[in-house]
């Protein structure tokens, strides 16, 4: 058995797996961000010891530990190196866990760890694997060879920030025009504001009124109902997501790529014009395409890939 | 010893190196396109026969043949599968090649292989290394722990066909804003007929009217003697080549990051403002970053790249 732990800036989430990683049990504290790392983990080794028992196991049973974490990971030393939303800076967060247990923990930024869920969820082994989740961000990450491609620094997968329209949308990165200023939810949530004050006739207005909030779903759901405005919002937003996506097949030409983050919840909607658009345009006219799908795992795909790519290190 | 074979449009060239990737003799011949693939390797055949003589050596000593190609290619099965400038579909080059030798015969993307001439011109193993070259178009190459980056289908590391604008200008490929159609000496060409129709006082004129026609030099050579119009032309061109290097950064993080083709001659007047871009953008800001550097091997790499290749491939 493994443990895999999702460590955000809200939650924590611990899950314990069998050596499949299938999910036998999960538990989430709020993670209070702002403490201590060493009270953080306080925290998450009560938490693995409550979720272990809740698997009727013991922690002589476990394996591995696996942490996902926000931010800048060190991964061979286990460090927090930066996570603005966790508060943290070089925080040796593996170091401190393993004053609790004494097992393997190993730390992978929480990105890579969701990828890693995704791609055992997908049941077979590929050689290519990119997973791309379109959240308040857009975060990526890409199994090669059954390992996390990382580069040489920690720091690779960004799939967020490379350039959709150079001297576009400001980021939040400093520079301009990341993918991410325009197929993240953020974004989104956006093109609605705009395109809702331009369309004042729209039911996108009533649908905010009753919710209280634009939200990654407002244009979605009044597109069903056939209103023009969130037609286009929606058609806008899935060409942005769609034209990334294209980059990352003509780069990587993966055997899968995978689609998460809530805003995949919405399926078919989502999926069917990103591959058309995808397939007419990719580089590659003659060799099989890549299998382009919706996230499987979802919220738990954190937990599940932390527990995995624990296996996968602990077993190097 | 090895021979590596570089399957141009115009040239086939044939190099045969030692074991450690040095080139000891080299000879081409033009490849008259637009022949029979049989009649092709036939002339292969018999360049192979005169550089392994050149080098002083007997076919017994060849060890392997690398081909680096343009194209679609099926490295498994030795086959070009398009080449729309050798004028190829489905021609089983390798297979054909074996028909003169009985020695280990495989076959690569030419800019995979101009990638691992230059992966194994930086005399040391890198995990993580990519190679990008400014030609007509702009070709790429991924070599991801001592093996070439392909993709499930053969067709990855399509660099230039990455979005840098999206909806911007048009590429060959059938979409638009491709890195390619603003990185490529094809692109500094038009922008540099564009600058010049805007200046008729720039002197890039009289070094058009000196040379017979606007070379990928034209604003590089007429911005040292500070011409204003040639200065702009060139920084314009250099920010699109580093911000489509920026995007290969994020999503990579390679230790080593090479540029070639004939423009990376242009040597540090290119690539020092390139560096500049890249480290004050790119997503990393707290650990090691891409060591940005020129080719070293020009013309020689797909050479070099096909017979290294072949040795990698024949030792596995």
């Known amino acids: 058995m493994y443990i895999g732990i999702d460590l955000g800036g809200t939650n924590i989430a611990v899950g314990c797996t069998d050596d499949a990683g299938n999910l036998i049990a999960k538990n989430s504290l709020p993670t209070l961000s702002g403490r201590s790392y060493t009270e953080i983990v306080k925290d998450m080794a009560a938490l693995c010891e409550r979720t272990v028992s809740d698997a009727n196991a013991g922690m002589n049973e476990i394996k591995a530990i696996g942490i996902g974490s926000p931010g800048t990971i060190d991964s061979k030393n286990g460090v927090v190196v930066f996570a603005a939303n966790l508060k943290m800076e070089k925080a040796p967060v593996a170091a401190e866990l393993g004053k609790y247990f004494d097992i393997p923990i190993f730390m992978e930024n929480d990105a890579n760890a969701a990828a890693y869920g995704e791609y055992i969820a997908c049941g077979h082994k590929t050689d290519s694997f990119v997973f791309i989740t379109l959240?308040?961000?857009?975060?990526?990450?890409?199994?090669?060879?059954?390992?996390?491609?990382?580069?040489?620094?920690?720091?690779?997968?960004?799939?967020?920030?490379?350039?959709?329209?150079?001297d576009g949308n400001e980021c939040t990165c400093g520079?301009?025009?990341?993918?991410?200023?325009?197929?993240?939810?953020?974004?989104?949530?956006?093109?609605?504001?705009?395109?809702?004050?331009?369309?004042p006739e729209s039911i996108m207005h009533e649908w905010v009124k009753n919710r209280g909030q634009i939200s990654g779903r407002t244009a979605f759901e009044c597109a069903v109902k056939g209103d023009k405005a969130a037609i286009e919002?929606?058609?806008?937003?899935?060409?942005?997501?769609?034209?990334?996506i294209l980059s990352v097949v003509n780069i990587f030409q993966p055997e899968i790529l995978v689609i998460g983050g809530g805003i995949s919840k919405e399926g078919d909607v989502l999926l069917n014009p990103i591959k058309e658009y995808v397939?007419?345009?990719?580089?590659?006219?003659?060799?099989?395409?890549?299998?382009?799908r919706i996230a499987k795992l979802y919220n738990d795909a954190g937990i599940v890939g932390a527990a995995m790519a624990a296996k996968n290190m602990a077993e190097i």
Do not use: Q
Not at 235 to 241: A, F, K, L, Q, S
């Open 135 to 166: 959240g308040t961000g857009v975060g990526g990450g890409v199994i090669i060879d059954n390992k996390i491609y990382r580069g040489f620094n920690g720091a690779g997968a960004e799939i967020g920030h490379m350039t959709l329209r150079m």
């Open 233 to 244: 919002t929606r058609d806008t937003y899935i060409r942005y997501v769609a034209e990334g």
């Open 175 to 199: 520079k301009r025009g990341c993918f991410e200023t325009y197929a993240s939810v953020t974004a989104l949530r956006k093109i609605t504001a705009e395109m809702m004050e331009k369309n």
């Open 279 to 292: 397939y007419k345009y990719d580089f590659n006219k003659f060799m099989p395409k890549t299998d382009i």
